[in-house]
């Protein structure tokens, strides 16, 4: 008496589905969060504040030109902001990404200029 087994059931078949849906839905929450009042993106240059752009109120995109030895561009759209050029040599800083929600950073070492996000929003919690 021979018993064929199935290498997949339906059951199977319900739970990778609903585990694949879950894990898209919350990519897609994280990633697409809305831009808080209070973003603000603060630009630094050797560790000195030179520029804060309110990510709400960019109406459209532009293209902002810091200079420098390695000639770092950064793109501001509605609601973020982004490494677009560097003439740095491995290119870390642009292919960081878009930065939208507070605590995000993005730094070229070699031109030693950072990007990072701060909120209004007050601390949920404390560490350490």
């Given at each position: 008496m021979a018993?064929?087994?199935?290498?997949?059931?339906?059951?199977?078949?319900?739970?990778i589905t609903a585990l694949?849906?879950?894990a898209l839905g919350l990519f897609l929450w994280f990633t697409a969060l809305p831009v808080r009042s209070g973003a603000t993106a603060v630009v630094e240059?050797?560790?000195?504040e030179?520029?804060?752009?309110?990510?709400?109120r960019q109406t459209e995109e532009r293209i902002v030109e810091l200079g420098g030895a390695y000639r770092?561009?950064?793109?501001?759209a509605p609601g973020e902001i982004a490494f677009y050029h560097s003439g740095c040599p491995?290119?870390?800083?642009?292919?960081?990404g878009t930065l939208r929600t507070p605590g995000q950073v993005a730094v070229c070492l070699p031109a030693r200029v950072s990007v990072?996000?701060?909120?209004?929003e007050p601390y949920?919690?404390?560490t350490g």
């Open positions: 018993v064929s087994k199935k290498a997949v059931c339906k059951g199977d078949v319900f739970l694949l849906l879950l240059i050797d560790g000195d030179v520029a804060r752009y309110e990510l709400s770092v561009q950064l793109r501001l491995d290119q870390t800083c642009v292919r960081t990072r996000i701060v909120g209004e949920d919690g404390m």
